[in-house]
């Protein structure tokens, strides 16, 4: 039961890994005047932390923008960043422990 359970979870992260390249990569929006661009790429992290927790949506976060970087610039650039964005999620997963154990305490949610 318990192995079925982890299956799905996997299955889970996996689909909504690809939900968020494909948000990230197909729905560009430019910003005026600079070489930058908006996308929602963090909408799926997003998606991923609220539905399987902080601990998957950081994992979907690290891998998304490995990705992201590796396609946009160079594999080099993928791994350079794996760093600071697994800091990024740690950081990010900690402050939804926080505010998690603060909702749940008054019975928010």
Known sequence: MESTFRLRRSIIAAMLLALTLVLGRFFLIPIPWTHGNI??????????AMLLGPGAGTIVM?????????????????FLSLGSNFIQGMIGGIV??????????????
């Open 96 to 109: 939804a422990l926080i505010v998690i154990r603060q909702l749940k305490k008054h019975h928010i949610g």
């Open 62 to 78: 690290i891998a998304i923008y490995f990705i992201c970087n590796t396609v946009m610039y160079h594999v080099i650039t993928g």
């Open 39 to 48: 996308n929602l790429c963090d909408a799926g992290v997003f998606i991923a």
